[in-house]
């Protein structure tokens, strides 16, 4: 068995948090195991938990757009969330439910060592960057070590808030780009002021 597929086992056992008792299906995640870009939602929502896939209902539908967009399917990328059970009423993660599961993406991240990590949302950013607010960041990278950390919108967003939809588009385009240049933006940064910390890596970023 690969390590993901273990992985992906010990998720759907998992009894870590409240969210065990009223989950349909876990959540793992999916996707290419040498993905480059790795996008962090939030939750499952209704549709994800009947079917145990991220990303599998109208805010998925759009990602694949967005995705179709720099000429990616889902299955060339890998998809996440920060919890892997769906709230109850799709209400906001609870702070000990969003601990609980901490250490699954952690895991996930350290088997696929994707190049760009996207946050998609409010909850996913705040894993990386705390005291940002997605308003001010969306849409500019960070890079820390080898790896360039990407905040976008919540696609679900621009669903329920037609003005974003243009700026999660745009946001999007900019991927390939980013990607390509990576090396190039590593050397550009290395004396600009640091901006912040990463949890638990103590390491500085850089804003470019
Ligand atoms: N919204 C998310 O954040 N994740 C999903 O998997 C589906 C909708």
């Given at each position: ?17 409240g969210l065990?008792?009223c989950?349909?299906?876990?959540v793992?995640?999916?996707?290419a195991e040498?993905a ?5 939602g939030?939750?499952p929502?209704?549709h994800?938990?009947q079917?145990?896939r991220p ?6 539908q759009?990602l694949?757009q967005?995705?179709a967009?720099?000429?990616l399917q889902?299955e ?15 209400r ?12 699954w ?9 994707p ?5 998609l949302?409010r ?6 960057f705390?005291?940002?607010?997605i ?14 950390y990407?905040?976008?919108y ?8 037609g003005s974003l939809?243009?700026?999660i588009?745009?946001?999007?385009l900019?991927i390939?780009e980013l990607l390509a240049q990576g090396?190039k933006?590593?050397?550009a940064?290395?004396a600009?002021k640091?901006?912040n ?6 390491k ?5």
């Amino acid at each position: 068995m690969s390590a993901l597929a273990e992985l992906y086992r010990e998720i759907e056992n998992c009894q870590d948090c409240g969210l065990a008792k009223c989950r349909i299906r876990v959540v793992p995640g999916e996707g290419a195991e040498n993905a480059e870009l790795f996008f962090i939602g939030e939750a499952p929502g209704w549709h994800e938990d009947q079917q145990g896939r991220p990303f599998v209902g109208p805010a998925g539908q759009f990602l694949e757009q967005l995705l179709a967009s720099i000429d990616l399917q889902r299955e060339q990328v890998y998809i996440a969330n920060v919890i892997k059970c769906r709230p109850p009423q799709n209400r906001d993660p609870l702070p000990v439910e969003i601990e609980a599961c901490r250490k699954w993406l952690d895991r996930q991240i350290e088997l696929i060592r994707p190049k760009m990590i996207i946050t998609l949302g409010r909850y996913s950013l705040a894993r990386y960057f705390p005291d940002d607010s997605i308003g001010k960041i969306h849409g500019k990278a960070r890079k820390i070590g080898d790896t360039i950390y990407y905040p976008m919108y919540h696609p679900a967003a621009a669903l329920h808030q037609g003005s974003l939809r243009r700026i999660i588009e745009a946001d999007m385009l900019k991927i390939p780009e980013l990607l390509a240049q990576g090396g190039k933006i590593a050397e550009a940064t290395a004396a600009l002021k640091p901006l912040n910390q990463v949890q638990g890596q103590g390491k500085q970023l850089s804003l470019f």
